[in-house]
């Protein structure tokens, strides 16, 4: 699943949008218990919220989770910034290279994320290309954690199959293998 620059500019709209629950709570803090400004301001809140849980929603489902919970972290950025400008905080250069590097922890992780998603993609387009376009052909994953044995297709058309771990000797000696590389029954 390739993360499109119109979905992680989405989120990152949904995240400043989530970010501003923290200026209603700050605002609503100030005010005695139950008055109808801290009814207000934590209406606010609230109806903020759920429209970030349907943001959200949609969010994981155009990326993977990693990538959107990795840009989750600019929220402290944007409480910086909040912070600053309806609060009167102060904005130190602590702070600042403290969110320099959030920043560049999550463009890190975008570009390798990226950079995982295209190899991923290009293995499993080799693998669907098949051994007719010169390129290998892996054979189905079967290493199921119970130890079982099962059958795997072999070609990914002809219905030959064989047992798991049952050729050019992988496995152990139950018949039970990894062909897929994984290790202690587990698929990468």
């Not at 130190?92 to 890190?108: E, N, Q, R, S, Y």
């Not at 297709?153 to 002809?158: E, F, I, Q």
């Amino acid at each position: 699943m390739r993360t499109s620059t119109r979905a992680l500019l989405g989120l990152h709209l949904l995240l400043a949008l989530y970010s501003v629950t923290n200026i209603f709570s700050k605002l609503a803090s100030d005010q005695p218990f139950m008055s109808p400004r801290f009814i207000v301001y934590y209406g606010a809140v609230l109806v903020i919220l759920a429209i970030y849980a349907l943001g959200w929603q949609q969010a994981i489902k155009r990326m993977p989770l990693t990538t959107a919970y990795a840009n989750k972290a600019v929220t402290i950025v944007w409480g910086i910034v909040f912070g600053a400008l309806f609060f009167g905080e102060q904005v130190t250069p602590l702070k600042v290279a403290g969110a320099a590097l959030i920043v560049a922890g999550v463009v890190l992780f975008g570009v390798e994320d990226a950079r995982y998603q295209q190899s991923r993609e290009q293995a499993m387009n080799a693998q669907l290309a098949g051994p007719e376009s010169g390129s290998a052909h892996a054979p189905a994953p079967c290493a199921p954690a119970d130890g079982a044995a099962e059958r795997a297709d072999v070609d990914g058309k002809s219905g030959e199959t064989r047992r798991c771990g049952a050729q050019e000797g992988q496995g152990d000696a139950s018949g039970v293998g990894d062909t897929a590389g994984s290790k202690g029954g587990e698929l990468r």
